[in-house]
């Protein structure tokens, strides 16, 4: 089997719910991996626990095996290696992941810094490197500037650069485009896919824009209150939607719905 990332039967349980039903699915190096669904559905969820970041109290069940570990196993310190590493994580507020007292440059050079053995002065150069892949050295961005006074697609921009600058195997995105503009949001996805051709990097990307997840994800799984309705090859999850759900969520997306926050959709029970 070549997957990269094997997730089996894995349920999260909060404090006060169950959050995630024994979801199971595949992603393969260089591949795209989209997860929709309404607000509410676990999207995020999903995302923490693959990063090893759930809230306290929250439990998670089951195997979620990268390159054949399982990462549910691991001791925090082992995630710390991972994470940045062989993990990389982009997410829709760029403020709170990044440092406000540090600049931009030292914040992308300290991933590198941590993860890699490059010297002092290679370190400064694949800085300059990155910055300049994600369009900040174009946009007139220097190293020195402060989180602050960077606009927020520039953040985000900055926040991809330290996701990429490791060569992720995978990469996690959670709604990472939708404060974007859409020309902002076509370059990072370009720059994404270019990392999926170039190194195989494999993307678990969380979006409500249906367009964007049509137009660059391999694969679809369909969430809905915590459980996978269908997941399949993107093209004939959309042409042919098995699932009442994912026929009520496409037919929204049709009607103008892709670019806004979900409202409820009908109530759907899943057949037990
Ligand atoms: N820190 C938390 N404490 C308690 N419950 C939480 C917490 N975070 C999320 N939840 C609950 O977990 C469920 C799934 O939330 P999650 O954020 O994963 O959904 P989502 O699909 O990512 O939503 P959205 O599209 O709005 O980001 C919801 O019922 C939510 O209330």
């Given at each position: 089997m070549n997957s990269l990332l094997h997730v089996r039967d894995l349920s999260v349980?909060?404090?006060?719910?169950?959050?995630?039903?024994?979801?199971?699915?595949?992603l393969e190096p260089g591949r795209i991996l989209a997860v929709i669904g309404e607000s509410g559905s676990g999207k995020s969820t999903l995302a923490l626990s693959l990063m090893g970041l759930l809230p306290p109290g929250f439990q998670p069940r089951g195997e979620l095996r990268l390159n054949g570990q399982n990462l549910l196993t691991l001791p925090e310190s082992q995630w710390c290696q991972i994470r940045g590493k062989t993990l990389g994580m982009v997410f829709q507020e760029p403020m709170s992941a990044l440092n406000p007292t540090r600049r931009i440059g030292a914040q992308i050079a300290d991933t590198l810094r941590l993860h890699t053995t490059l010297t002092r002065s290679e370190i400064r150069d694949q800085t300059l490197v990155l910055m300049k892949q994600v369009g900040l050295l174009k946009a007139g961005v220097s190293e020195r500037a402060y989180p602050h006074q960077l606009s927020g697609g520039q953040r985000q921009r900055a926040l991809l650069a330290m996701a990429l600058a490791c060569k992720p195997a995978l990469l996690i995105a959670d709604e990472f485009t939708t404060a974007l503009d859409p020309r902002t949001c076509e370059d990072m996805m370009a720059l994404v896919r270019q990392h999926t051709e170039a190194h195989r990097m494999a993307v678990l990307m969380i979006s409500h824009d249906l367009g964007l997840v049509r137009?660059?994800?391999?694969?679809?799984?369909?969430?809905?209150?915590?459980?996978?309705?269908?997941?399949?090859?993107?093209?004939?999850?959309f042409d042919t939607p098995v699932h009442p759900y994912t026929q009520a969520l496409l037919s929204m997306s049709l009607h103008g719905a892709a670019h806004a926050p979900f409202t409820r959709l009908p109530v759907y029970t899943v057949p037990a």
């Open positions: 349980h909060s404090p006060a719910q169950p959050i995630l039903h024994a979801l199971s699915f595949t137009h660059h994800a391999d694969h679809v799984l369909v969430l809905k209150d915590g459980t996978c309705v269908e997941q399949g090859p993107t093209a004939s999850l």
